[in-house]
């Protein structure tokens, strides 16, 4: 039986060590095999491990049984290949919209992009990979990322292979490790905001997996061509292979001769951080399980001090499943520069040793948080810091912004955002956005960052160049930012339908409709000017971040959703369910009486959102039973 530093403690100290007693405390759940060792305890009952705990062991570091399954005639994997694969940036799908047998087993590949990144080799590659391997488009995720959705299996080791070696990766984009690490998607060229970037690229490169298996499967055991370009920038400049095996002899670093971060069970579920600069909050930082804003040297402005640390957030849920919910992430504290990458490890460590491995649906470090609340947490982190946690820093308070249409990046060049609705970069009849992006790329050859809300923007632009790149977008049909409907400007999808095996309705492709719709019903009631932002999902799951929206759509059912209200403007607070299933041809009449309600009892430039959660659901209730639709009956 194998125990680290913070058990021990336990078990030398009992629950005192930490100030709290850890909620399901079970040792013998969670500290089987080789994950880490400091005391033998023999006469502790091992508890039989969950079925994907198990295959992480048996995979031996994430190769089996993947590489066999690659080798077969089949067109698919088994399940057990399926689970691993996810860690190496796939999904399998079927086109759940043709029927009968056999399956068009394809495979969904995404990218791994810290600070959503994309060079113009690797667009002009995934263009071409989207054309020759895939179904002919690009779906730019809520996480800035590329997903190419309808790889064969007999295709995804080209595909794989030319990403890895052009500089890019797949590797870790799902799983159960630290997911693409995101930041603001603005290119400014101010000292904060280029410590954002850089530290983005650092906790990628701190939290990658270390397993051979990615070399083994998709490159015949060779070296990539090229390194992860994020790696080569920050690897030795803050040293951060030496930094990740560092051991304080606190239980964070394991002895395993991999993977000295995550053992070979990796995480309890998969890991989600973000990195901005105070009052950005374009990029949803209180979902994430670790939010880190840069702090600048007031004395020195241009050098970093430190950073706020924020834990916990997150917004997977379940329907019917009052144990599962999205949440706000709470305030850790603030930590000086030189401790931010040993305390990431700690806090990874604390879910990795102390997160739910028994049930998967509270196995995200959001529900440790909650069950522990953030004092104790911080407690437990401490006990693996050796060190006190600051208070957090105060700071300007939070705006959002989706960085759409041209900036100034603050050196003389500009930075162009172009809307992508529900991020599906396509053409499509006279619409030819796809199209578009390669010429510009081809002439100017400009870098472009993925946004967090599933559009692009293209950086480093020269002034001189502005009116041409405005010419070339509209000659294939993209419409000026002026022209986009704010609703449709704000809004986000998932994909869902047909691709996605979890989807319960349509999502990205109904989308566009209910803009309309929602439109309609605030122009009947001479609300034409209000900016609503609403996002919608095909499911609980929460892809598209909608519990953090004014207004949500989440399905449950064929053409059914919830209704949420009540998300900040800002993104700092959850949204609450109002209705548990409205039909689809509902959707008017049921918005109807609320933006009555909201047109008549709003305060002084009160967005829907903050006076939905003013109101409260009672008295939203409560006015819609006595009000009588007048456009939609």
Not at 143 to 149: D, G, T
Not at 407 to 422: A, E, I, S
Not at 516 to 542: F, H, S
């Amino acid at each position: 039986m194998k125990l680290t530093a913070a058990f021990l403690l336990v078990a030398v100290m009992g629950h005192e060590a930490f100030g709290f007693t850890p909620a399901a405390f079970k040792p013998s759940a969670t500290r089987v095999g080789p994950l880490c060792s400091t005391i033998d305890d023999s006469k502790m009952k091992v508890k039989k491990l969950a079925k994907l705990e198990t295959l992480k062991i048996d995979s031996e570091s994430l190769v089996h049984p993947l590489k066999d399954e690659m080798q077969t005639e089949e067109i698919f994997v088994n399940k057990d290949a399926m689970q691993i694969l996810k860690y190496h940036g796939s999904y399998m799908q079927t086109d759940r919209e043709k029927k009968g047998k056999p399956k068009d087993y394809q495979f969904m590949l995404r990218l791994k992009q810290p600070a959503g990144e994309l060079a113009p080799d690797l667009f002009l590659l995934l263009d071409d990979l989207s054309e020759k391997h895939g179904q002919g488009d690009l779906r730019a995720t809520t996480r800035q990322c590329f997903q190419l959705h309808g790889v064969l299996k007999g295709d995804l080791k080209t595909v794989v292979s030319s990403i890895m070696n052009i500089g890019s990766s797949t590797v870790g984009a799902c799983g159960d490790v630290s997911r693409n690490v995101m930041t603001t998607p603005a290119p400014f060229t101010s000292p904060d905001y280029e410590a954002a970037r850089e530290y983005s690229k650092v906790f990628g490169h701190l939290f990658r997996p270390m397993t051979t298996a990615f070399s083994q499967i998709w490159l015949d055991g060779e070296k990539a061509a090229t390194v992860e370009t994020w790696g080569t920038e920050v690897g030795e400049k803050f040293k951060v292979d030496e930094v990740m095996k560092h051991d304080t002899g606190r239980g964070v670093v394991l002895p395993h001769p991999v993977e000295p971060l995550y053992g070979d069970r990796y995480l309890p579920r998969k890991f989600k951080i973000g990195v901005t600069v105070p009052g950005d909050n374009s990029l949803d930082i209180y979902t994430n399980d670790i939010g880190v804003v840069v702090i600048m040297d007031p004395a020195n402005p241009s050098e970093v001090l430190g950073f706020n640390v924020m834990v916990g957030g997150g917004m997977g849920r379940t329907h019917n499943k009052e144990n599962t919910f999205a949440r706000a992430a709470d305030h850790l504290g603030f930590v000086p520069k030189d401790d931010i990458m040993e305390l990431m490890k700690c806090i990874l460590a604390a879910q990795r040793d102390h997160g739910n491995r028994d049930v998967r649906a509270n196995a995200r470090m959001k529900y440790l948080v909650h069950t522990l609340g953030i004092d104790s947490f911080r407690k437990l982190v401490e006990s693996y810091f050796g060190k006190d946690v600051q208070p957090w820093r105060e700071m300007e308070p939070w705006k959002y912004a989706d960085w759409m249409g041209w900036w100034d990046q603050g050196d003389g060049r500009m930075f162009l955002g172009v809307h992508v609705d529900n991020g599906r970069v396509k053409d499509e009849g006279d619409f030819k956005l796809k199209t578009a992006l390669r010429v510009i790329t081809e002439k100017y050859k400009r870098p472009m960052v993925m946004s967090p809300t599933q559009s692009i923007l293209i950086r480093d632009i020269d002034p001189a160049d502005k009116d041409d790149i405005d010419a070339i977008l509209r000659s294939h049909g993209i419409r000026p930012i002026e022209e986009v409907d704010p609703l449709a400007r704000m809004a986000m999808a998932c994909p869902a339908l047909p691709l996605c095996g979890l989807a319960q309705t349509e999502a990205e492709r109904r989308m566009p409709s209910y803009i309309e719709r929602v439109r309609d019903v605030l122009g009947k009631l001479d609300l034409d000017e209000e900016e609503i932002l609403m996002r919608m999902t095909g499911c609980p799951n929460g892809c598209a971040r909608p519990y953090m929206a004014e207004l949500a759509f989440v399905g449950d059912g064929n053409d059914t959703y919830q209704l949420w209200f009540g998300g900040s403007p800002v993104l700092t607070r959850t949204a609450w369910p109002y209705l548990a299933k409205m039909k689809d041809v509902d959707l008017e009449r049921s918005l109807e009486p609320v933006f009555a309600m909201f047109k008549e009892q709003k305060q002084q430039f009160e967005a829907f959102g903050d006076f939905t959660h003013r109101v409260g659901a009672s008295k939203i209730e409560e006015f819609c039973k006595t009000y009588e639709n007048v456009h939609f009956v």
